[in-house]
C-alpha cells in the first residue's frame, strides 16, 4: 500500500502561480512513476505531468501535456518521496482537481491522492 498525501492548491488569478505537493508513504517501489492529473467539472480526468524514479535522488524523466509545456515544472525528491508540481502562468482552463498519481512500474499497481483544488479566476 501507498499513501498520498497532497498540499497547495488554492486560488489565484490567471497569470499567477501556484504550487502543489504530493508525499508517499507505505512500501515505495524502487522503480515507480509519480505525477499529477487533472479533473475539471464536467470532463475526464487527464494528465498533467509524470515524472519516472530515475537513477538519481531528483527522478528521470518527465512528461508534460501539451496544454501545460512550458508552464509548469514537475520535480520529485526521492529520498523524501515527494513530487512538486510548480504551475506558473496559471489560466482558468487550468482549475480543476489535482490529483497525485503513483505507479509502480514492475508489480503494475497504482495509487491515488485525495485531489486538491486549483482554481484559476479570469
Known amino acids: 500500500q501507498v499513501q498520498l498525501v497532497e498540499s497547495g492548491g488554492g486560488l489565484v488569478r490567471a497569470g499567477g502561480s501556484l504550487r502543489v505537493s504530493c508525499a508517499a508513504s507505505g512500501t515505495i517501489s524502487s522503480f515507480n512513476n509519480m505525477g499529477w492529473y487533472r479533473q475539471a467539472p464536467g470532463k475526464q480526468r487527464e494528465l498533467v505531468a509524470i515524472?519516472?524514479?530515475?537513477?538519481?535522488?531528483?527522478?528521470?524523466?518527465?512528461t508534460y501535456a501539451d496544454s501545460v509545456k512550458g508552464r509548469f515544472t514537475i520535480s520529485r525528491d526521492n529520498g523524501k518521496n515527494t513530487v512538486l508540481l510548480q504551475m506558473n502562468s496559471l489560466k482558468p482552463e487550468d482549475t480543476g482537481v489535482y490529483y497525485c498519481?503513483?505507479?509502480?512500474?514492475?508489480?503494475?499497481?497504482?495509487?491515488w491522492g485525495q485531489g486538491t483544488q486549483v482554481t484559476v479566476s479570469s
Open positions: 498519481h503513483y505507479r509502480a512500474i514492475l508489480a503494475g499497481y497504482e495509487f
Open positions: 515524472i519516472t524514479s530515475g537513477g538519481s535522488t531528483s527522478g528521470g524523466s518527465t
